[in-house]
């Protein structure tokens, strides 16, 4: 029992940089609390106890604000950042190093028996406000965007974004080496332009880079085919992008919060 306590503040100093030391971990986290409530709710709950069960998770929640049914099956290192909001259904199963951020609910959609709550396997991420509904499985290392609504399975390694749920693709390996060399070509910052964004712009950009990619291809074709004609049109060079031209602009982007 102490060692899966010690793993647990440990886990903490690895996913919170603001945590300075054991004992503020020990007396100030919350999430910290309500996985150790559960715990006991859970060996009572398996034992048939389930009134002191239920009275045992019902105090959890009063302390902390983490409301968890003792049937839920949680595996190591489960860390609950801030936590306040979050609920927990009671055919839920969650796998080791997991994370969730506050007002997270693995809810059900029905009023059947049997299992009707998600399962997060190994590694998942919620973030904040994300509502995971139903009985299906987000996979290993998946992540959950904040206030996202899924609805369904998520394959391992995704990310899940908005409301419904969405997956996000990811671009190939070559295709985004092929944007980050225009977007560096031009002067423009390339990270603004990465695949896994749910942003319309981004992707916007990413698809003008696409484009101005496969002019400059035929631009050389055709120069070739010219200047194998004779011709000395592709002679001259190409106006130059100056740097210092999007040196305000790429100022102004840093600026710019981001969430």
């Not at 749910?198 to 990619?213: E, K």
């Not at 002019?215 to 000395?232: I, P, Q, Y």
Request: hydrophobic fraction near 40%.
């Amino acid at each position: 029992m102490f060692e899966r306590m010690r793993e647990d503040i440990q886990s903490v100093f690895h996913r919170d940089p603001a945590a300075r030391n054991s004992l503020e971990v020990v007396t100030c986290y919350p999430g910290l609390h309500a996985i150790w409530i559960h715990r006991f709710s859970h060996w009572l709950w398996v034992r048939e106890w389930k009134l002191l069960a239920r009275m045992s998770s019902n105090l959890g929640r009063w302390l902390t604000g983490i409301e968890i049914h003792p049937g839920a099956r949680i595996g190591r290192r489960f860390f609950i950042d801030h936590g306040m909001g979050i609920v927990i259904g009671e055919t839920a199963e969650i796998g080791d190093d997991v994370t969730l951020y506050h007002g997270v609910t693995l809810g059900g959609t029905s009023w059947n028996k049997g299992k009707r709550h998600p399962t997060l396997e190994d590694g998942v991420i919620v973030g904040a406000g994300a509502k995971i509904l139903g009985p299906f499985t987000v996979g290993a290392g998946a992540k959950i965007g904040s206030n996202a609504v899924v609805t369904r399975a998520v394959p391992a390694g995704a990310t899940a974004v908005g409301i419904p749920g969405r997956i996000i693709v990811k671009s190939d390996d070559e295709q985004e080496a092929k944007r980050k060399a225009i977007a560096e070509k031009i002067g423009f910052d390339a990270y603004g332009v990465s695949g896994d964004m749910p942003d319309p712009v981004a992707r916007a950009i990413g698809q003008l880079l696409d484009h101005v990619q496969a002019v400059e291809d035929r631009l050389e074709g055709m120069c070739g085919a010219l200047k194998a004609l004779g011709s000395d049109y592709c002679a001259e060079d190409l106006p130059q992008l100056r740097e210092e031209d999007f040196t305000e602009v790429k100022a102004a982007e840093e600026d710019v919060p981001r969430s």
